[in-house]
């Protein structure tokens, strides 16, 4: 349909280009170990599109379900079997029109960070008890941090 939004997205270098169709399905932060560590910064901000409304142009590496630029290293999307998270910040229309719904691990959250207005909280990840499906499959290291 033509008047379906369309978002695109990129790395750093512009190697890897993406297109995102339809809104998201929701909207988060996380600032669980294994956003930290995969992106070297103390949160990630992303949005979460059906796996079907993803479309990715050009080479990427992957780690796990994580996939990135092979020369610049920039992060393109976590790619699981239905849904596809991607990072705010490789949109390209800035600022986006995306506002976090919830925040996800707020233990870890930076003390001179502070809960965002509106956004519901998690201690850990986001209960899935509402869908009927079994919870995505998550990195081992999410699973065991116990602080
Ligand atoms: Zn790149
Ligand atoms: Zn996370």
């Not at 103390?42 to 409304?53: E, G, K, N």
């Amino acid at each position: 349909m033509s008047d379906t939004i369309r978002r695109t997205g990129s790395c750093l270098c512009g190697g890897v280009h993406f297109v995102v169709t339809g809104q998201p399905t929701r909207v988060g932060l996380c600032h669980c170990k294994d956003c930290r560590k995969a992106g070297g910064s103390v949160y990630s901000a992303f949005a979460i599109w059906p796996r079907d409304a993803f479309e990715t142009s050009g080479e990427v590496a992957t780690y796990g379900t994580r996939s990135f630029c092979p020369t610049c290293g920039g992060r393109v999307a976590w790619v699981g079997d239905t849904e596809a998270e991607i990072m705010l910040g490789s949109l390209d229309v800035v600022p986006t029109d995306l506002a976090p719904e919830y925040e996800l691990w707020i233990s870890r959250r930076e003390t001179w960070l502070h809960a965002l207005p509106g956004a519901e909280q998690f201690e850990h990840d986001r209960p899935r008890a509402e869908d009927a499906d079994p919870p995505a499959p998550r990195p081992l290291s999410d699973a065991v941090a116990g602080d």
